[in-house]
Nanobody, 115 residues
């Protein structure tokens, strides 16, 4: 299993970023995919979930609801996190995550929201 995140960077408050996570080594379309984040000095927290293509339902943490959108492209084995109206408190390393008999993580991508 391999998860490779991209798309992080420095953005001003109110700006947008789209994160991508390219997945391989498992049946992507049958797997629920998760985005987590970890800010300095804080525990890693669940940000968003998208269920497998069977339902495609989503979950968002209250802190990002209405601003972030998770989506997936099963043809590309990729999950996305569109982040709008970014706030300084969104600054964190963002990780892609999947459970396939065991838990797997990507290497993370840094998102910094600052003026």
């Amino acid at each position: 299993v391999q998860l490779v995140e991209s798309g992080g960077g420095l953005v001003q408050p109110g700006g947008s970023l789209r994160l991508s996570c390219a997945a391989s080594g498992f049946t992507f379309s049958s797997s629920d995919m998760n985005w987590y984040r970890q800010a300095p000095g804080k525990e890693r927290e669940l940000v968003a979930v998208i269920r497998s293509s069977g339902s495609g339902s989503t979950y968002y943490a209250d802190s990002v609801k209405g601003r972030f959108t998770i989506s997936r492209d099963n043809a590309k084995n990729t999950v996305y996190l569109q982040m709008n109206s970014l706030k300084p408190e969104d600054t964190a390393v963002y990780y892609c995550n999947v459970w396939v008999f065991s838990q797997y993580w990507g290497q993370g991508t840094q998102v910094t929201v600052s003026s």
